[in-house]
């Protein structure tokens, strides 16, 4: 791996806080670290811990007070709103844990959508078979299961082909089964397709099937470690 893929993202003293004077609190409090690309990254924290704010700063949905985030060398902060919209479509898919999928379009359909935000997009229906999801192409979101609904929300992510691909709690609505066979699939497109994949979760066992884990607490890198025995995660229990 070069030292570019190395250093892919790199977070460096960034803080971010809310609020004003006595109500003041600080969310993120001067976090160092670096993702390289291609890997699985897995965040780990108590609900306040920072997490999901630093999940959206990388994301380009929020910024942060003071220092920076750079992806393959190019610094957000940098970026103005139109760079950073053209950013955000190009390069990163989103996956949330409620699905946000549009009601009165089929499960192609919803993926297409995230095909259109993309100049090098990935084979629509490839995709769909890869999804398990291709006997159900044509029924609309109400007809599906949540896993099933999750599935194509991963499905309308990855279709952009994205650098990166960030997941806010993407389990979180999913019973446990189910839960287990997203994360399957997490895992299976992160080896097919390389995306750097940066996942929010407050379940301590899905470390054991990421590349990379770092915990958060009290807006501050507790633990930054790589797994050297990685778990698949159909052999997770929790």
Same mark, same amino acid.
């Given at each position: 791996?070069?030292?570019?893929?190395?250093? &892919?993202?790199?977070?460096?003293?960034?803080?971010?806080? &809310?609020?004003?004077?006595?109500?003041?609190?600080?969310?993120?409090?001067?976090?160092?670290? +670096?993702?390289?690309?291609?890997?699985?990254?897995?965040?780990?924290?108590?609900?306040?811990?920072?997490?999901?704010?630093?999940?959206?700063?990388?994301?380009?949905?929020?910024?942060?007070?003071?220092?920076?985030?750079?992806?393959?060398?190019?610094?957000?902060?940098?970026?103005?709103?139109?760079?950073?919209?053209?950013?955000?479509r190009k390069h990163l898919g989103y996956v949330f844990q409620m699905y946000n999928l549009?009601?009165?379009?089929?499960?192609?359909?919803?993926?297409?959508?995230?095909?259109?935000?993309?100049?090098?997009?990935?084979?629509?229906?490839?995709?769909?078979? +890869?999804?398990? *999801?291709?006997?159900?192409?044509?029924?609309?979101?109400?007809?599906?299961?949540?896993?099933?609904?999750?599935?194509?929300?991963?499905?309308?992510?990855?279709?952009?082909?994205?650098?990166?691909?960030?997941?806010?709690?993407?389990?979180?609505?999913?019973?446990?089964? +189910?839960?287990k066979e997203t994360l399957k699939l997490i895992e299976d497109i992160n080896q097919k397709?390389?995306?750097?994949?940066?996942?929010?979760t407050h379940n301590e066992e899905i470390r054991h099937m990421a590349d990379h884990v770092?915990?958060?607490?009290?807006?501050?890198?507790?633990?930054?470690?790589?797994?050297?025995?990685?778990?698949?995660?159909?052999? *997770?229990?929790?």
């Open positions: 791996m070069s030292e570019r893929e190395k250093y &892919f993202l790199e977070i460096a003293d960034l803080r971010k806080g &809310f609020g004003k004077g006595d109500t003041r609190q600080e969310v993120l409090c001067g976090l160092n670290l +670096t993702i390289s690309k291609g890997e699985f990254c897995v965040i780990l924290g108590p609900s306040g811990s920072g997490k999901s704010t630093l999940l959206n700063i990388i994301g380009g949905i929020d910024s942060a007070d003071s220092g920076y985030i750079s992806i393959n060398g190019d610094k957000l902060e940098d970026m103005g709103e139109k760079a950073l919209t053209a950013y955000r549009i009601p009165n379009l089929n499960v192609k359909e919803n993926i297409e959508v995230g095909a259109y935000l993309s100049e090098h997009p990935l084979d629509v229906d490839e995709l769909i078979h +890869t999804l398990g *999801l291709y006997e159900h192409r044509h029924k609309l979101p109400n007809q599906l299961s949540g896993g099933q609904q999750q599935r194509v929300s991963i499905g309308r992510a990855i279709v952009k082909n994205p650098d990166i691909l960030l997941c806010d709690e993407p389990t979180g609505a999913l019973d446990y089964n +189910t839960s397709y390389g995306n750097t994949l940066i996942m929010v770092i915990k958060l607490r009290d807006g501050i890198v507790r633990k930054n470690e790589r797994n050297t025995e990685k778990i698949s995660a159909i052999d *997770l229990e929790w």
